[in-house]
């Protein structure tokens, strides 16, 4: 039976993540983004019946990718509520890991041209670039880079992906550190702007291959948070080291 009200612990307001947590993790964030628009988009080409490897693939990269930083979170108490609602993030001024992403670029170039997805692996190509070049662009590493943000389906419409946004921002503001995101989901756009981002640009993705169906192309806005001056004491987050505490 699914909870119907929210059981968050009040004492932690959000637990370290680590790579124990990775089952957990990519989980919630295979189910989350499986309707994801950049994700669908990305694999086009690929029976609907036959994505969820691919997408559960690249969560499972992107979550590598972040973990390691230690700058990635779940709301609450992991040991008393679980992960229902979590944070990805790079930390300011550290890069994308590369050696880790050329791991599982290489085996995606191995599994879509096997299977002869050519055009597949050209936009997972374009898109991977056009999204380092953005990225760039706005200077983003030097603040947070928020790439990643879900919450259990069975705890959806509860607010717990606001309740652990609040929390970061908590932690933006006491460090007077900017947030960068890239949202591809017209629905989170609002989300976001009421949260307190700015959009930097509107725009669609690389339409690959050029003569693709535009339709078929989703949007991506990029957003980035200004912290709040400090005018008071900010409290101190309530944290465990980490879920192993």
Not at 50 to 65: D, G, N
Not at 151 to 158: A, F
Request: with cysteine.
């Amino acid at each position: 039976m699914e909870p119907t009200t929210p059981t968050t612990s009040t004492s932690v307001k959000w637990t370290l993540l680590t790579l124990e947590n990775l089952e957990e993790i990519l989980e919630v964030n295979t189910k989350s983004f499986t309707q994801d628009p950049y994700l669908n988009y990305m694999f086009h080409e690929i029976d609907v019946a036959e994505r969820l490897p691919f997408i559960k693939a690249i969560q499972k990269a992107f979550i590598k990718q972040t973990i390691g930083s230690n700058q990635s979170y779940c709301l609450g108490d992991i040991t008393i509520d679980g992960i229902k609602s979590l944070v990805l993030m790079l930390p300011p001024r550290v890069p994308w890991p590369e050696d880790l992403w050329d791991i599982y670029t290489k085996k995606q170039e191995k599994l879509l041209l096997d299977r002869g997805l050519t055009v597949t692996y050209e936009r997972f190509i374009a898109l991977e670039e056009y999204f380092s070049e953005r990225f760039a662009h706005y200077d983003s590493i030097e603040g947070y880079y928020l790439l990643i943000l879900s919450t259990d389906e069975k705890y959806r419409g509860q607010g717990l992906a606001t309740k652990i946004m609040e929390v970061l921002f908590e932690k933006l503001d006491s460090e007077q550190k900017t947030c960068y995101l890239e949202c591809t989901s017209a629905k989170l756009v609002p989300f976001y702007s009421k949260l307190g981002f700015t959009a930097l640009e509107k725009d669609k993705l690389p339409l690959v291959p050029a003569d693709i169906n535009p339709d078929l192309v989703p949007s991506v806005t990029f957003f980035r948070r200004t912290p709040k001056p400090i005018t008071t004491p900010t409290p101190t987050s309530s944290f465990i080291s980490s879920s192993t505490s």
